[in-house]
C-alpha cells in the first residue's frame, strides 16, 4: 500500500546542470511514511572544483561554504544507509537528482541507485490536471507550503515532501490505496524549469 511505502525526497544543489561533469555541492533528503516526514538527511559537499558565479547567484552557497565539507566519497556509505534499498526514489525533476547521484557514484567505482523513482512534477501533472504550472514554488504558493531558503537543498526537499504527502492523500480520497494505482506511464514526461540546480 502506498501508505507503506518509504519516500525519500532528495533534492541536489550543483556545479551546473550536467551530471556528467559538474558536481553534487549539496544534498538533502527527507524520509516520508505513512503521510509523515519521519527523518532527513543534509550535508554540504565540496566538489573538488570551484562553484561557477552565475551558479552560486541562484543557491547561494560558496566555494568558502564547501571548503571544509566532506566530499561525495566521504558520505556516501551514510547517505546509502539513510535510502533504504526498498524506498522509492523521489524528486521534483527526478532524473536531474538521480543522474547526478549516479554520476557522483560512478565516479567513485559504485553502483548506480537500485531504486525505483517517482517524479513529483509527473505526479502533480496526474492528480493536478488544471494547474497551468507545476514548478516547486507554485505548488509549495497552492497548498500553503514554506520555503524558508528556496534551492537550498533540505528546505526544497522538505517542502517537497509536504506537496507528496498532500498529493498522496488526494490520491488514497479518490480510493487510490495501492502503488500500482499510480500509473506513472500515463504522465506526460516533466519539462525542465529554467533553474533546476
Not at 177 to 187: E, Q
Request: aromatic share 8%; with cysteine; charged share 25%.
Amino acid at each position: 500500500m502506498i501508505r507503506d511505502t518509504t519516500f525519500i525526497v532528495v533534492d541536489t544543489e550543483t556545479t551546473g546542470t550536467v551530471g556528467a561533469t559538474d558536481k553534487i555541492i549539496e544534498i538533502g533528503a527527507s524520509k516520508v511514511r505513512n503521510g509523515e516526514i519521519i527523518d532527513t538527511f543534509h550535508t554540504l559537499l565540496n566538489p573538488g572544483v570551484l562553484i561557477p558565479h552565475n551558479v552560486m547567484q541562484i543557491h547561494n552557497i560558496t566555494d568558502s561554504m564547501v571548503a571544509m565539507s566532506p566530499s561525495f566519497a566521504d558520505i556516501v556509505d551514510e547517505f546509502m544507509d539513510f535510502m533504504d534499498r526498498d524506498a522509492i526514489f523521489t524528486a521534483h525533476n527526478v532524473d536531474f537528482d538521480k543522474d547526478f547521484i549516479n554520476h557522483e557514484l560512478k565516479r567513485i567505482g559504485k553502483c548506480p541507485l537500485p531504486h525505483q523513482s517517482l517524479c513529483t512534477i509527473k505526479l502533480a501533472r496526474k492528480v493536478f490536471p488544471y494547474f497551468k504550472r507545476y514548478g516547486l514554488g507554485f505548488l509549495c504558493d497552492s497548498f500553503g507550503v514554506e520555503i524558508p531558503n528556496a534551492h537550498r537543498a533540505l528546505d526544497d526537499s522538505l517542502a517537497t515532501a509536504k506537496i507528496l504527502i498532500k498529493m498522496l492523500e488526494e490520491l488514497e480520497a479518490e480510493g487510490m490505496i495501492h502503488l500500482k494505482d499510480i500509473n506513472l506511464r500515463s504522465i506526460p514526461k516533466a519539462v525542465p524549469t529554467l533553474s533546476m540546480f
